[in-house]
């Protein structure tokens, strides 16, 4: 388990992101997070990564390392998919899955699960990613819990704290 007071070394894209534009030098909090900023930090990609799509046109098979490059990054677009059946729901959580440990490396042992019902009032896809959150030498059991707006196509992600 890892230490909440630990520092962490930032992601490179939150070193990166400058939130104090007026600052000529960075501090050293923003070079470090402590674990709830890092969880907060998978939270976000993770949403950025849920609500971005495919290319519509695949790469060839032949090309592995393209297969994991930037025209793969993302899910296959929504509209496309009818997620009414269990089957079906249960087929878009290996995609969601397949995407995680593709492209968000901070993370391993990903499951993502999905109700086993279907409610009409809120036709909302709903998914629960559970992951273990690597960082230093320690691991962090970390579970978000996902909705796909059907209408929108958009993805929300939170943490779960149960």
């Known amino acids: ?75 296959p677009d929504a509209a496309t998919l009818n997620l009414s059946s269990q089957k079906a729901r249960q087929e878009f959580c290996r995609t969601v899955e397949q995407t995680v440990r593709c492209y968000e490396p901070r993370i391993r042992n990903v499951k993502v699960l999905t109700e086993s019902s279907f409610d009409p009032e809120d036709p909302s896809i709903r998914f629960r990613v559970e992951a273990t959150l690597h960082a230093l030498s320690a691991d962090e059991v970390i579970v978000f819990d996902s909705a796909l707006n059907p209408v929108t196509r958009s993805v929300t992600v939170s943490e779960s704290f149960k």
Request: proline content about 7%; some cysteine; hydrophobic content about 35%.
């Open 1 to 75: 388990m890892i230490d909440q007071d630990q520092k962490l070394v930032a992601p490179l894209l939150d070193r990166l992101l400058d939130d104090n534009p007026q600052e000529q030098v960075e501090s050293e909090r923003a070079q470090h997070l402590l674990l709830h900023q890092l969880k907060e930090s998978v939270r976000r990609d993770l949403e950025d990564l849920f609500n971005t799509r495919q290319c519509c046109v695949a790469p060839p098979e032949q090309l592995n390392a393209v297969q994991q490059a930037l025209p793969n990054y993302g899910l």
